[in-house]
């Protein structure tokens, strides 16, 4: 089966391909064959991409998708109110299927808004039918995820090999270690579970400076352990110290910032720069719809607004490549995905380029970061199938999901106790 995205400004994040100011893109059985000003091929179904941008979708590289139910409704939280509020009032009444719903909603959010790749930090491992919903939820989404699990067991004990071995990968979902680190149990059993993960092969992603690192050096302490490994994604990683960003690159690390959420819970400004000075590549994520929004073009505004009234650096073009080429390299997925390259799965993004807030299209890559925005999002290709065209996904039956996903919500929210309206500002331990 051939397919031709045909005339449109082709924008591929790879230098040996370029960009182009009108071009073509062929796919065949799934995987880019050729990108090229125009390409012959009169058997291909054609989609006409005139008055699109074609460009590679975006990769989400942390994002805790349980959560999408309650979104919004922590807009005005602190961190520590967050916590309290997601995991100590409301998760306790989350059941198996509130967490499928929630996670198969918010992949399709992400899937909608451009993001063909997405890794899910799942935190909610209440139960093994609480972990097998999730990756249901995944599962049923048309897109690429990676599924992080985090393990069920308390903090005083290592991770089960059995509990990672439930998961395989399966088609285009594929599983990693959301790893608790030193910030969530001991240094001993953080380093089992890490033994572990490379034992059987997995990629894995922590949370450090989460609140803001203050003067604790928690990656010389994981450095003087052995804990700093080039399969590791670090998230956050704010108030971290220059030479301590300077010892994930030279162990290979990669890193993922969350510059909304960052800003407004207090934990410090996004570290793109000094990240990019240490010698790392930032790639982006979402977080928790919660406290933010669930696109990737609002994370680029915010990560570049603030870089640019920091210090003046970055342009347009770093940022798509953290959402995109970085990205896919922080989940391991780079030979697959993250660029328009020819023998790479053709995971694929159309932009509108006639809508009125962007209109006339100049300098692609500048109004994407400076003013796109979901409703830009007209086709999303994954893996060569076509999930969304004309501005619609394609074959989900959205009625269904949203009514499924008020009574899952409101199901919780009457157990916990608390309203809806954002006037619940849930009591920390400090209060």
């Given at each position: 089966m051939r397919t031709l995205l045909s005339g449109g400004t082709v924008i591929s994040m790879d230098p040996a391909v370029g960009d182009l100011g009108r071009g073509d893109v062929l796919i065949t059985d799934g995987?880019?064959?050729?990108?090229?000003?125009?390409?012959?091929?009169?058997?291909?179904?054609?989609?006409?991409?005139?008055?699109?941008?074609?460009?590679?979708g975006f990769v989400d590289t942390h994002r805790h998708t349980w959560q999408t139910a309650f979104r919004g409704i922590g807009a005005d939280w602190t961190f520590a109110e967050y916590r309290t509020a997601m995991h100590g009032t409301l998760k306790p009444h989350y059941s198996p299927e509130?967490?499928?719903?929630?996670n198969l909603l918010g992949r399709l959010e992400a899937l909608n808004s451009g993001v063909t790749t997405m890794l899910d930090w799942f935190h909610a491992n209440q139960s093994p039918e609480h972990a097998d919903a999730a990756w249901q939820g995944l599962k049923d989404a048309p897109a690429r995820s990676v599924f992080a699990l985090c393990a069920g067991a308390g903090p005083d004990r290592p991770v089960d090999e059995a509990e990672l071995g439930r998961f395989a990968a399966d088609g285009l979902v594929t599983l990693a270690?959301?790893?608790?680190?030193?910030?969530?149990?001991?240094?001993?059993?953080?380093?089992?579970?890490?033994r572990l993960?490379?034992?059987?092969g997995l990629r894995t992603s922590v949370h450090v400076g989460s609140?803001?690192?203050?003067?604790s050096r928690p990656v010389s302490a994981m450095r003087e352990h052995g804990l700093l490994h080039e399969n590791t994604t670090f998230i956050h990683a704010n108030g971290v110290e220059d030479d301590e960003l300077r010892m994930l690159a030279d162990a290979?690390?990669?890193?993922?910032?969350s510059p909304d959420v960052e800003v407004k819970m207090g934990f410090g400004w996004p570290e793109t720069g000094r990240m990019l000075a240490a010698g790392l590549r930032p790639t982006f994520s979402i977080?928790?719809?919660?406290?933010?929004g669930g696109d990737m073009f609002a994370t680029l505004r915010t990560a570049f607004a603030v870089q640019r009234g920091l210090d003046g650096s970055l342009n347009s073009r770093d940022l798509l490549e953290f959402a995109t080429v970085d990205g896919?390299?922080?989940?391991?997925?780079?030979?697959?995905?993250?660029?328009?390259?020819?023998?790479?799965?053709a995971d694929i993004v159309l932009l509108r380029a006639d809508d009125l807030s962007v209109f006339p299209f100049n300098n692609p890559a500048g109004t994407i970061v400076a003013a796109g925005h979901p409703g830009l999002v007209d086709t999303v290709v994954v893996a060569g199938r076509v999930v969304k065209r004309d501005g619609a996904l394609v074959g989900v039956d959205l009625p269904t999901l949203r009514s499924r996903i008020l009574e899952s919500r409101n199901r919780i929210a009457a157990a916990a106790g608390i309203p809806l309206d954002g006037s619940w500002r849930p009591r920390t331990e400090s209060e």
């Open positions: 995987v880019i064959t050729e990108v090229a000003a125009r390409i012959d091929a009169p058997d291909a179904e054609v989609i006409d991409a005139t008055d699109r941008i074609v460009l590679p509130d967490i499928y719903l929630g270690l959301a790893w608790r680190g030193p910030q969530l149990t001991t240094m001993d059993i953080a380093a089992a579970d890490l993960a490379g034992e059987v609140g803001g690192a203050r003067g290979g690390c990669s890193v993922s910032i977080d928790d719809c919660p406290s933010a896919a390299r922080a989940c391991g997925l780079f030979a697959r995905t993250g660029s328009l390259t020819p023998g790479k799965d």
